[in-house]
C-alpha cells in the first residue's frame, strides 16, 4: 500500500507548535463568546506537557476529554474509560457537558426521565448533587446532559465568570468521594468546553488516527495555551489517546509516529482500535466492557484505564512526598 506524502504529515506536526495570529483567530471564532480574541498573541504559544497531576482538594482527579473536531472518540473514549476505571474499583462521575447527550445514553439513561442537568448546573446554578444520577456501572455515576445545552452558550455570554460555572459547582459539591471525574466536552471551541477546561485539571486529548485529526490538533494546543494563559494556569495534559486505529494503513501508522516522536510519553497506550462492537455499544446502553467484554474495543479500554490509573496514582503519590512550602 503507498505510504502518504510523509511532508504533509510533518508539516501538520510542526504547526502545534507555531503561533496563530490574532487576524487568524477573529477570521475562525468558535461558537459563542470569542474567548481567544480578548487575547493578544504577542509570542509562540506552547502547551506544557507535564506529567505531574495532583488531586484537588476535593481528593478527584478531574479529567476533561476534548478535542474541538468531531467523530475522534471522544464520547466513546469518556464514556468507556470511565467504565473501566469503575471496574477497576475506582469511584468515577462523568459530566456530560455536549448538548448531544451521547455520553448520557450511551450509559442507558432515558433523557426523557431526566430532572437535573449539566444545563441546570452551568447555567442554572443548581448543585452538582442535584442532577447526579447512578448508572448501570457500579461505582458510576452521570451528571446527565440536556438539549437545553444547545443554546447555553448564549445565556452564558452574558454572566459574570462565565467561563467558571463548571468548576464553582464542582468545588461547591466538596469532597464526595470520587476518585476521578470526566468532562465530556462537546465537539468545538465554545463556552462549554472553555467551562470544562477550566474546572479540569489535565486534558485527555483523543485523536483519530487519521490526517486531517492532526490539523484540528494544532488549534487546539494553540487555544489551550491561551486558556491555560489566561485561566487555568494549572492546567496539564494527562495524555493523548489514539482512537480509530486501524494497523493495515500505512497512514494510521504515520500518524501515530509523528505524535509519538511530537508528544513522547505523553501518548497512551494501547492503541484504540477501529471495533465495530465499539459503534454497537452505544446503541444498547453499555460501555464495551459490558457489551462485549472479550472483544477488542473492551480489551483495549481496560488496558488504557490501568494505564491512566497508574499514571496518575503513582503522580499523586509523588505529589504527597513533596513538604509543603
Known amino acids: 500500500m503507498a505510504a502518504v506524502p510523509g511532508g504533509l504529515i510533518h508539516r501538520a506536526v510542526n504547526d502545534l507548535g507555531k503561533p496563530y495570529s490574532q487576524d487568524g483567530l477573529a477570521a475562525n471564532p468558535p461558537p459563542g463568546e470569542n474567548v481567544e480574541n480578548r487575547f493578544t498573541v504577542a509570542a ?42 469503575a471496574d477497576r474499583g475506582r469511584r468515577v462521575l462523568l459530566i456530560d457537558v455536549d448538548p448531544q447527550a451521547n455520553a448520557t445514553s450511551g450509559l442507558g439513561v432515558d433523557r426523557g426521565a431526566v430532572r437535573a442537568s449539566s444545563y441546570d448546573v452551568v447555567v442554572l446554578g443548581r448543585p452538582l448533587v442535584d442532577a447526579r444520577i447512578p448508572t448501570a456501572v457500579p461505582g458510576l455515576d452521570i451528571v446527565p446532559s440536556d438539549v437545553a445545552l444547545a443554546g447555553s452558550e448564549i445565556e452564558l455570554v452574558g454572566m459574570a465568570r462565565r467561563e467558571h460555572r463548571l468548576r464553582y459547582a464542582l468545588e461547591a459539591a466538596g469532597d464526595s468521594g470520587d476518585e476521578y471525574i470526566f468532562i465530556d466536552c462537546p465537539p468545538s471551541l465554545g463556552l462549554l468546553t472553555v467551562n470544562a477546561v477550566v474546572a479540569a485539571e489535565a486534558l485527555l486529548v483523543p485523536i483519530q488516527c487519521e490526517f486531517y485529526a492532526l490539523e484540528g490538533l494544532g488549534l487546539l494546543m494553540h487555544t489551550l495555551a491561551l486558556l491555560r494563559r489566561e485561566l487555568n494556569p494549572s492546567l496539564e495534559i494527562a495524555g493523548i489517546v489514539m482512537t480509530l486505529f486501524d494497523g493495515r494503513l500505512a497512514l494510521a501508522h504515520q500518524v501515530v509516529d509523528e505524535v509519538r516522536t511530537r508528544f513522547g510519553d505523553q501518548l497512551l497506550t494501547p492503541l484504540i482500535p477501529r471495533n465495530v462492537r465499539l459503534s454497537e455499544a452505544p446503541s444498547h446502553g453499555l460501555p464495551i466492557t459490558r457489551y462485549d467484554p472479550n472483544s477488542r474495543g473492551a480489551i483495549a479500554y481496560r488496558e488504557l484505564a490501568a494505564t491512566l490509573d497508574q499514571r496518575l496514582r503513582h503522580d499523586a503519590v509523588r505529589a504527597s512526598d513533596i513538604p509543603p512550602a
Open 44 to 85: 509562540p504559544c506552547q502547551i506544557v506537557l507535564a506529567a505531574h497531576i495532583i488531586r484537588t482538594a476535593m481528593g478527584a482527579t478531574i479529567l476533561a476529554v476534548a478535542n474541538q473536531k468531531g467523530g475522534v472518540g471522544k464520547t466513546t473514549t469518556a464514556v468507556n474509560l470511565a467504565a473501566a476505571l
